[in-house]
C-alpha cells in the first residue's frame, strides 16, 4: 500500500464504512462538525491543526461561527489515499471522544461536537 494509491469505489466504501458523518465528493473526503459556537469552534480547528501537522498531511478547512468543514485529498494526485483515511480516523477518534460512562471525569455537559 503506497502513500499515493488512488482509492477505488470499493476501497473508498469500505473506509467510508468507519467514517460515519463523512462522504466522498468531488475526489474530496470531507466532513462538517457542528459546534455550540466559536469558542468550541476554534478548539475544533485547533484540534484538526495539531492532528493534521502531527501527521504531515493538512486537510482544507472552512471555518464558521459553529461549523468547521474538513476536505481531506492527497494534493499531489488530486483524490482520496490511505493518508486521508487515516487522518480522517484520527480527526473522527480525537474531536467525538467523550469519557466512558465509568470514568471519573464528567465531560462537557453537551455534546459539543457532531
Known sequence: MT????????????????LPGWEVRDNWLRRTFTTPGWPH?????STI????????????????????????QTHR???????????????????LWTPPEESALDGFPKRWVH
Open 77 to 95: 494526485v488530486r483524490a482520496v489515499t490511505y493518508s486521508d483515511v487515516d487522518l480522517a480516523v484520527r480527526i473522527q477518534e480525537v474531536v
Open 3 to 18: 502513500e499515493d494509491h488512488v482509492l477505488t469505489e470499493a476501497e473508498l466504501d469500505e473506509a467510508l464504512a468507519r
Open 49 to 72: 491543526g495539531y492532528l493534521a501537522e502531527a501527521a504531515w498531511h493538512h486537510p482544507d478547512l472552512s471555518v464558521g461561527y459553529a461549523k468547521v468543514s474538513v476536505k481531506l
Open 41 to 45: 469552534t476554534v478548539m475544533l480547528v
